[in-house]
Nanobody
Framework: QVHLVEFGGDLGQVGDSLTLPCVGS????????MGWVCEAPGQARDFVAS??????????AEFLKGRSTISRDNAEAENTMHLQMNNLRPEDTALYYC????????????????WGQGTRVTVST
C-alpha cells in the first residue's frame, strides 16, 4: 500500500517561488512514476508535472514549462518528490495533489493509482 502526504502549500504573492514536497511511503515498485495534479476553484483537475520512477525523465504542463522543476529522491521505503514553482501567478492558485502509481510519466490524471489529500496554494496580487 502506498501513502502520500503533501506539504508546503502557502499564501504567496505574484513573482514568489514555492516548493511543494510530497512524501510517498511504500515500495518503490508500487510508488512508480509520480506527479502533481491541481484543482483550481470551480474547475476540473489539471495535470501539472510528472516524473519517472528513476527520476531521469520529467514532463510539465505548458503553463509551468520554464518556471518549474520536479525532482525526487528514492529511498528504500520512502520516495520524496518536490515541485519547485517560480514566478508564481494568480492563475497558479489551486489545490495541488501529489499522485503516484503510474507505470511511466504521464499527463493523464486517471493513470495514477494513489493520491494525497492535497495542499493549497494561493497567489495574491
Amino acid at each position: 500500500q502506498v501513502h502520500l502526504v503533501e506539504f508546503g502549500g502557502d499564501l504567496g504573492q505574484v513573482g514568489d517561488s514555492l516548493t511543494l514536497p510530497c512524501v510517498g511511503s511504500g515500495r518503490s515498485c508500487d510508488i512508480g512514476a509520480m506527479g502533481w495534479v491541481c484543482e483550481a476553484p470551480g474547475q476540473a483537475r489539471d495535470f501539472v508535472a510528472s516524473i519517472s520512477t528513476s527520476g531521469f525523465n520529467t514532463y510539465y504542463a505548458e503553463f509551468l514549462k520554464g518556471r518549474s522543476t520536479i525532482s525526487r529522491d528514492n529511498a528504500e521505503a520512502e520516495n520524496t518528490m518536490h515541485l519547485q514553482m517560480n514566478n508564481l501567478r494568480p492563475e497558479d492558485t489551486a489545490l495541488y495533489y501529489c499522485a503516484a502509481g503510474a507505470g511511466d510519466i504521464t499527463a493523464q490524471a486517471t493513470t495514477y493509482k494513489y493520491w494525497g489529500q492535497g495542499t493549497r496554494v494561493t497567489v495574491s496580487t
